[in-house]
């Protein structure tokens, strides 16, 4: 891996030059090792928060962790495109615009002692701001190449604090053109639905059960790019135990080692139907 600035990294996609990097304020890392007609995204993956925020900052590192998705690269990080955010979404939420990227409170707790300066919320947009021209660059040069891109937006929740069954996988699809592309989420929605998970745990997916994928990583994608889908899949938090901060390695191994099979089968499947 190499550290690299925004624009090296966008002169490498424009090159079409294969390199797996991280940023050069280390706030996401892209690995591109082929040009494939698909990426996996994991926008809430990061955990980092800026120490200058730290002590200003009333929810403690485990608060912070229960809600980002642990693992969401884990479970992707063999694709030859992933795209994985390293900053907490606590410090900015790159799955929101930038307008309201920056939280004033998270989950009904006020989240700052005394207000951000703007020097402070300039530093986390302009890393908000550096992802997007990643991703704006990424997808131009796949749809360039391809004509047809799916991206895999990985995202996790917490269930126990749900009063009801919740599916395993759930998939949010409100924003997508879904006359165009519902085949394609069935396709989706089916395949995951057929993991084999340790200790009996039904793989149960569902589409817009618990989340409707109103994310800003997906709307951006599909509202500046006409040939790209962009799946959010989120996993409930069966792959930890998220009172206690303990991930269980045995079942993420058991979803990474499936979805390098399932992903690569349904971006196939995907590109031979939309592809130009």
Known sequence: MEKLTISQICSKIEAGQTFNAVASDYSFTLKIDEYVPYVCGAVHDGH???????????HTEYDRWFEEDPATKEMVKNHPIVLAGCDSRFEYDL?????????????GKKLWKSPLTESQKEKSLQKHANFYKVV??????????????????????????????????????KNIDNHRYGDMVENWRASLSLLQLPYNIKATSKINDTFQGNGYFLKHITQHFGYTLVLATEFKKIYCDELNQIIFPEVVDAIEKQLQEKIKQHATLFYQTHKK
Request: net charge negative; with cysteine.
């Open 95 to 107: 799955n929101r615009h930038p307008e309201n990227a920056i939280y004033n409170d998270a989950w």
């Open 48 to 58: 980092q928060f800026r120490k200058e925020l730290w002590e200003n900052c009333f």
């Open 136 to 173: 704006n660059c990424l997808i131009a040069k796949l749809e360039e190449l391809h004509g047809a891109v799916v991206v895999y937006d990985m995202h996790s929740y917490n269930w126990k604090r749900w009063d009801r069954e919740v599916p395993v996988i759930n998939l949010g699809t």
